[in-house]
């Protein structure tokens, strides 16, 4: 996913096509209106919820790592348990350049909560997180 482009427009259209990008890197088709469901977990049947940051807050929605809630449409997991896929697009070029993955219980020891006038959770990434690891993988194997 790295390199590619997610042209500039409305958020939940730049949402998808990540989704799209991560779901057919992972060997998925998706169909049009499946990216429309919307539902949490983006990816369900990899427990795995897809967000873009192009700011310094990531939007997380209606659910939040921060309280364990159990995900009704993914048996088995909670929002603790859930794992959480970042993907930073540079601002300016709109090009994929990191990518963060935690589960839900580790993405409060690395990144702090935001409340914001919405109510929905946001987590704020800072820019110069992946400076020191541009073109490397990095593998947390307690995820």
Known sequence: MIGHTIEPGATKNRGQKL??????????????KELLAGGYPD????ALEVKLQDSPTVDLGKYSPEYEEV??????FSTRSMRYLIVLTNP???IIEGAVLSSGSKLGKHFTYIADKSYKCQRSIPMSF??????????????
């Not at 989704?19 to 049009?32: F, P, V």
């Not at 992946?130 to 995820?143: A, E, Q």
């Open 71 to 76: 995900v009704p449409k993914c048996a088995g």
């Open 19 to 32: 989704e799209e990008i991560i779901a057919n890197a992972l060997g998925y088709t998706i169909r049009e």
């Open 92 to 94: 300016e070029t709109n």
């Open 130 to 143: 992946f400076d020191g690891l541009k073109g490397m993988s990095v593998f947390n194997p307690t995820i």
């Open 43 to 46: 990816i369900r049947n990899q």
